[in-house]
């Protein structure tokens, strides 16, 4: 069995990547995006964070969140919004992938998968890449020739609070970084 080893910083500011079950493109779908939303509002009211940024993709979503002091459970956040948005979305009639016989015998549900990546910012600079490769990820992933039109993105709250132009991303703002694992 693989033990996965995370880090765990009280008050720290992460970088997530979350990922739909075998990549199913449900996410940005009108139903999914008003559950999810649902979901990370009941459990910030339960368990506080601050959402730095986010991007929801078809398949994905990458948020860098802000833990209150003396807090590191972002796990059981994730946990408990995946939860609370599989029961809701397959109550209001979503549907679900199909299951291997291991993922029934664990209780698992085919809409996320299992797991989830995290990265530690340790520094401004490092926030800083981050938000730009959550803001430039739709690019990335050929979704829009412009950042900005992206709607399910922080990106326009970052142009209001004057972090960028308008314009900005018409080229790679992250060369060199190294994209999650689930990327």
Known sequence: ?????????????????????RRRKILV?????????????TIKEKWPFEIVAIVLLPDHLHT??????????????WRRIKEEFTRK?????GTE?????????????????????????RDEND??????YVHWNPKKHHLVSSVKDWIW???????????YPPDWGRDDPTPGYDAPEWE
């Open 29 to 41: 779908d009108p139903l999914a995006r008003t559950l999810l939303r649902a979901a990370l509002s």
């Open 89 to 93: 979305y397959l109550a209001a009639g």
């Open 1 to 21: 069995m693989s033990h996965y080893r995370r880090n765990y910083v009280p008050g720290g500011t992460y970088f997530f990547t979350v990922t739909t079950y």
């Open 153 to 163: 993105s922080s990106f326009d709250r970052f142009v209001t609070l004057g972090e």
């Open 97 to 121: 992938s199909p299951q291997t016989a291991s993922r029934i015998r664990q209780g698992q549900r085919g809409i996320w998968q299992k797991r989830f990546w995290e990265h530690t910012c």
């Open 64 to 77: 860098i969140w802000t833990l209150p002091p003396e807090d590191d459970h972002y796990s059981r956040r």
């Open 127 to 132: 926030l800083k890449r981050c938000v730009d």
